[in-house]
């Protein structure tokens, strides 16, 4: 009996082996492996943020996080998680330029639903060559499962002070993505502990101070959330006061990051920045038609804030650069 298991036991070790690194192949920087077991500390966290109303308009934050906590939940034959991250740093910089406003680092590119998304299922794919019974369910960002704690589980990195995963080997310059597998695995248990130290410069250099305190970021003082995901006609008046050139996102935090100066350019090339993506013009943004919008970020992240966004980001940025002269 005892021989049966350690050959089932071995077999596990020796399989997730083999997924990490069929995982790398496929482009993933990093890759662990962990139990699909309840994220019971993480939920406590999330119940107090809401309870805070640290959420905004995020309404579904705050639907189902039991759900949201527990991958068997999700996908109930779950025994396994295999998370990833992949490097999407790229070495260029924004322009200085009154005409344009400033685009988050992670949208330049492709969309990364897309790019992660593409490999977690060519892996998937993969682990069913190898094991007629095998199932399993790729999540990216869009299904209700928390990414960033399954990263601080599977050993990838820590949660920095402003609420981003931060790895050692390319800062918090990655995306992040799960595999939910009916497979026992061998897993891994080490763990990164939090580097932060007494660093806090994310912190100072919120321009709107929606860093509350270490590691608690309020969604409504967000320039990121205010100019992505906030469906009003107009932003807080804190935040469109304070936009320091951001029309879509913002990187601050990340910027001033001692961890970023080990940042490293991606190999993946459809991160590389799209035409406009980096900067964009203020004045076409306004003048934007459905159809020209639909065309422009067909495949990209930008999507996300729809045009009727955009335009009211831009137009905050041109009043408020208005009011400066």
Avoid at 165 to 188: A, H, Q
Avoid at 284 to 302: G, H, N, P, V, W
Wanted: hydrophobic share 40%; charged share 30%.
């Amino acid at each position: 009996m005892n021989a049966v298991l350690d050959e089932r036991k071995e077999s596990a070790a020796q399989f997730a082996r083999k997924i990490k690194a069929r995982a790398r192949e496929l482009g993933f920087h990093k890759v662990g492996v962990v139990p699909a077991t309840a994220l019971v500390q993480e939920r406590e966290r999330l119940t107090e943020w809401l309870e805070r109303g640290f959420q905004g308009e995020m309404l579904w934050m705050a639907r189902e996080p039991l759900r949201r906590t527990d991958p068997r939940l999700i996908f109930p034959e779950a025994r396994s998680v295999i998370v990833v991250a992949l490097n999407y740093y790229t070495p260029h910089n924004h322009a200085p330029d009154a005409a344009t406003g400033k685009i988050s680092r992670y949208a330049w590119g492709d969309d990364y639903h897309d790019v992660v998304a593409e490999k977690l299922k060519k892996l998937l794919a993969w682990i069913k060559e190898e094991r007629a019974e095998a199932e399993g369910k790729t999540c990216v960002d869009i299904q209700p499962v928390m990414d960033k704690a399954w990263g601080v589980r599977a050993g990838l990195g820590w949660i920095g002070k402003h609420s981003n995963l931060i790895t050692k080997d390319y800062g918090s310059w990655v995306f992040l993505g799960e595999l939910l597998l009916n497979l026992e695995l061998e897993y891994d248990e080490e763990k990164i502990e939090d580097h932060c130290g007494s660093c806090t410069l994310c912190i100072e250099a919120c321009p709107t101070g929606a860093i509350v305190e270490p590691y608690v970021v309020d969604s409504n003082r967000c320039i990121s959330y205010a100019t992505i995901e906030l469906r009003a006609p107009e932003m807080p008046a804190q935040v469109s006061a304070n936009l320091e050139g951001w029309l879509y996102g913002c990187d601050i935090c990340q910027d001033v990051c001692p961890w970023n100066r080990f940042e490293q350019p991606t190999d993946e090339e459809r991160f590389e920045p799209r035409e406009g993506n980096v900067n964009a013009n203020l004045s076409e943004l306004l003048e934007m038609t459905q159809e020209d919008y639909s065309a422009r970020f067909r495949k990209s992240a930008i999507k996300r804030a729809k045009l009727a966004g955009l335009k009211r980001n831009a137009r905050a940025l041109t009043k408020a650069r208005g009011e400066e002269k």
